[in-house]
């Protein structure tokens, strides 16, 4: 089998690493290391300004069909985009999270043609960034227990509850909303899925911050906040069916996301090493065999990520496929982020407003953050459960 790329697809990672390079204000050349970091501060007034001039390159959605913004390009396109946007961390790329990883393939799926054509073409071009509310302060890994409420009234629906850890939903424009509809039912076929305009009269937003001092999460208040009917996604009770779906979509891509920044930082660390004298450990046979060890397991990370983003581009199941994508690469980011601060030793607990700190900071930021990685998207445990179930066919 051949894994190289062709002519075409070797010019495009050119293009978006000089891109990159040329765009991206001095203060981040380096980009973004981690997941969390992208939505404060400074990461976050770059998102706002280079998104737009990636989505006029066509970079956001390549493989979204043409009259929803996109290209028609194929798959292949679509993937290497989103790796060499993490790789080189251009934040943003996502459009908030989920926005051109899942939320535009779940329209592209069962929304209806207005939602579509409302919000994918803005989504392409860079312009609309959303978050994701699912969890809820007594619903995190057993989603469906959440207590949220969306009450039919008229030609609206009138929600109200509370969402917790919803990342970037302090600085989104729009929400990918899951709430109950029912609550007489069995508690996976009484949820309902919403388009939420986070301007919406009776919409809260408070910020969280997390371990490392900034605030990627935010708590989200619904107090009898008015949705227009139109902005129910697909049928009512059936948002279950509709958000696996999309976690196949979200899995896969957080295995895309890492494998673009582990190659990232695993570079960056070989040429450190080589630099004379910048790691003491560089001459060090140990440090050699862990480099090389976490060279082999970045590889595996990239193409566990391609087979399960390519087997949803192609319509095939991918529950186990996306599930071990994101268990793996979420894993290999912690010890990626281990590995690096052995590496770089004292320096590596400077942050990037030292100026002594080693690569921007961005070791400190992977190292402080990485423990969020087997969280999100669901934890660990639950990822081996899927595939243990979907997977292996093992019993419940």
């Known amino acids: 089998m051949d894994f190289t790329f062709t002519a075409e697809e070797a010019a495009l990672r050119h293009e978006v690493?000089?891109?990159?390079?040329?765009?991206?204000?001095?203060?981040?050349?380096?980009?973004?290391?981690?997941?969390e970091e992208q939505f404060h501060g400074r990461f976050w007034e770059a998102a706002r300004t280079v998104m737009p001039k990636v989505g006029a390159r066509g970079w956001l959605a390549p493989g979204w069909?043409?009259?929803y913004g996109g290209k028609g390009a194929p798959a292949t396109t679509q993937m290497l985009c989103q790796e060499e946007l993490a790789y080189w961390g251009i934040p943003g790329a996502d459009m908030g999270i989920g926005g051109i990883s899942w939320i535009g393939p779940g329209l592209l799926n069962f929304g209806s043609e207005e939602q579509k054509r409302e919000h994918l073409p803005p989504l392409a071009r860079?312009?609309?960034?959303?978050c994701t509310a699912y969890s809820e302060p007594g619903s995190g890994s057993d989603m469906a227990s959440m207590q949220s409420r969306a009450v039919r009234k008229g030609d609206d629906y009138v929600i109200?509850?509370?969402?917790v850890w919803t990342s970037a939903g302090h600085v989104s424009d729009w929400c990918w909303l899951l709430v109950r509809t029912n609550p007489d039912v069995a508690k996976h076929r009484g949820?309902?899925?919403?388009?939420?305009?986070?301007?919406?009269?009776g919409v809260s937003v408070r910020p969280i911050p997390a371990m490392s001092g900034i605030a990627p999460f935010a708590e989200m208040f619904f107090?009898?906040?008015?949705?227009?009917?139109?902005?129910?996604?697909?049928?009512?009770?059936?948002g279950w069916n509709h958000v696996v779906g999309a976690l196949e979509y979200e899995r896969a891509s957080v295995g895309l996301l890492f494998a673009g920044l582990l190659r990232r930082l695993l570079d960056e660390l070989v040429k450190l090493t080589g630099a004379a004298g910048s790691i003491a450990m560089a001459r060090n046979s140990l440090?050699?065999?862990?480099?090389?060890?976490?060279?082999?397991?970045?590889?595996?990370?990239?193409?566990?990520?391609?087979?399960?983003?390519?087997?949803l581009a192609s319509r095939k199941p991918s529950n186990a496929e996306s599930a071990i994508s994101k268990l793996f690469s979420t894993e290999l980011s912690q010890k990626a982020a281990q590995v690096s601060m052995e590496l770089v030793g004292l320096h590596g607990q400077l942050a990037a407003d030292s100026?002594?700190?080693?690569?921007?900071g961005r070791v400190f930021s992977a190292y402080i953050s990485c423990m969020g990685n087997t969280i999100l998207a669901g934890t660990s445990e639950i990822e081996r459960n899927v595939v243990a179930q979907r997977g292996l066919g093992l019993p419940r």
Request: hydrophobic share 40%; net charge negative; aromatic share 8%.
């Open 17 to 35: 690493g000089e891109f990159a390079k040329r765009e991206l204000p001095p203060d981040i050349k380096g980009g973004i290391s981690d997941y």
């Open 65 to 67: 069909p043409v009259e």
């Open 126 to 130: 860079g312009e609309q960034f959303w």
């Open 160 to 163: 109200n509850g509370q969402k």
């Open 191 to 201: 949820l309902s899925l919403f388009l939420l305009d986070l301007r919406s009269k």
């Open 223 to 238: 107090d009898d906040v008015h949705v227009p009917r139109r902005n129910l996604v697909g049928e009512e009770d059936k």
């Open 287 to 311: 440090a050699r065999h862990k480099l090389a060890e976490l060279a082999v397991e970045v590889e595996v990370s990239r193409v566990l990520a391609y087979r399960a983003f390519l087997l």
């Open 355 to 360: 100026p002594r700190a080693v690569l921007g």
